[in-house]
């Protein structure tokens, strides 16, 4: 270790402990109050997202904060289209069960934060993407998951939208054809808060048993 | 918010600087110690990692530790063809500084984990992923940067090895078709601690300006 220079952090059991408390009470939030969220803080969490791993340093993200109103009732109608249309692929009690799921908080949520991958970025120089090209859109996605985090961290409440279509969200919001939609997020102070997924509590999908995902080779 | 069950945690300054200094500190580590990591905190990490948010509640992870000394090897493989294949794409003083980088650790890391997105699961029911089938992955990518921020916070350093052939990489694990290869992690003691990316560092690609990331409509 460099004998100059900051010092490394080391993180103690209580923080351990709020972490871990942190991960557990997360949530996919889609009920909002409408109470405004200060701007000054969505763009600190947003450069705090700008510290995560991307490949070859490559920084792909790009984050836009979507206020007017004509765009957001563009990006509206594409969630109720693509909700519909996937509605369409479920019969009987399923489709009774997700025809009452709140899927969305874009009436209500007072900021809309939509996260692109630009792939027309020269930044990394290309640097470990060239067998697995995917790894700049996941780099965008640990910002979003660092944006949702810092975001619980600070009492509010975010949600995924992912019921739309990516190029009618790309249109709405006038961004260049080179950058793909990776996440629409719903940002405000939540109705409740919740230990448990709403698609646990409301029946749709439990949680996995933990044998399920682990394996030895 | 219901007045039965656990109570939701606040998060005090204390925390959120804290959380702050796990962020800055991360790091994608290539260098590590080959002491040896309890298994049993890598399962609890694994554990952590499977509360992240997921599509549809698909849970789609599929965690895998590689110990065989015989897939290992093929893994290492895997990684000096594609590396060498991707130097090619570099001339001049560009080649030289790539093939003067470290990137990965896939000697000395003593744990290795491969986590795949498991395409063929039932799981969500496919909720969410209709118009974005890529939210499955995604949501992978959720589960593997929570373990990496777990791991940091026990001392531990995570590098993402991506310049692997993922289908090389799925044959020698044995592993289903239908999974697909999102990360191949090297954890480990780290060497040493950095601020800094080591891309940064060594002049491969420098952070970007926070206004270069930033929009509004």
Redesign the interface.
Known sequence: ??DH??Q????DEA??Q?????????R?VRRFRRDPVDAGLI?RL???S????S?????P????????PA?RQAVRASFLD?NA??LN??QGE?AKL?AG?K?SGLDDAPVHL?VFSDHGTE??????????P??M??SV??AV??F???A????LGVG?V?????EAVRLA???PAVWS???YLCVGLPV????L?E??RFG?????A?ES?????
């Open positions: 270790m460099s220079g900051p490394p952090p080391s993180f923080f351990r709020s972490f871990e408390q942190l991960l557990i009470w997360r996919d763009e947003i450069a705090l700008c510290l995560a791993p490949v070859g340093n490559a920084q993200w790009r984050f836009v904060t979507v206020a007017d765009r693509c249309d996937a692929d479920y399923r997700y799921l899927l939509a930044a990394g120089h290309g640097l470990g993407r060239k067998t697995m995917q790894t859109d996941f996605v640990c998951y660092s949702w985090l810092a619980r961290m600070h009492g995924w992912s019921i739309l279509d990516p919001l006038e961004v939609l990776v996440a409740e808060d919740n230990e997924p698609l646990v749709w999908q439990d949680r996995e933990f995902v682990l394996f030895r080779r």
